[in-house]
């Protein structure tokens, strides 16, 4: 079993950051690629931003410059940094994980998702 824990969601002004964290627990033989994923009230789920085992980042074109994902691997965990918010932000985030729990099995797994809400 594997689990993915999110936090640092809230409610902030425009213009304010915001940090998320997502935790992966379990049995984990490995995580490859990790990403960040929100879906706002009547829209579709969309990709925010994405990094590879190696580092490699992609961003949605919306947040650009604005937010930055980062991992840290000895703790299984993945960031989001999230800064000049706007209320077009907000939304349910949720963290995105493949994880080998074997040489042969991999599981594409979901946190339970955070708030973040941003006040004009």
């Known amino acids: 079993q594997v689990q993915l824990v999110e936090s640092g969601g809230g409610l902030v002004q425009a213009g304010g950051s915001l940090r998320l964290s997502c935790a992966a627990s379990?049995?984990?033989?490995?995580?490859?690629?990790m990403a960040w994923y929100r879906q706002a009230p009547g829209k579709q789920r969309e990709l925010v931003a994405a990094?590879?085992?190696?580092?490699?980042?992609n961003y949605a074109d919306s947040v650009k410059g604005r937010f930055t994902i980062s991992r840290d691997n000895a703790k299984n965990t993945v960031y989001l940094q999230m800064n000049s918010l706007k209320p077009e932000d907000t939304a349910l985030y949720y963290c995105?994980?493949?994880?080998?729990?074997?040489?042969?099995?991999?599981?594409?797994?979901w946190g339970q998702g955070t708030q973040v809400t941003v006040s004009s």
């Open positions: 990094i590879s085992t190696g580092g490699n980042t």
């Open positions: 379990g049995s984990i033989n490995s995580i490859h690629n």
């Open positions: 995105n994980a493949h994880i080998a729990t074997s040489r042969t099995t991999y599981l594409d797994s």
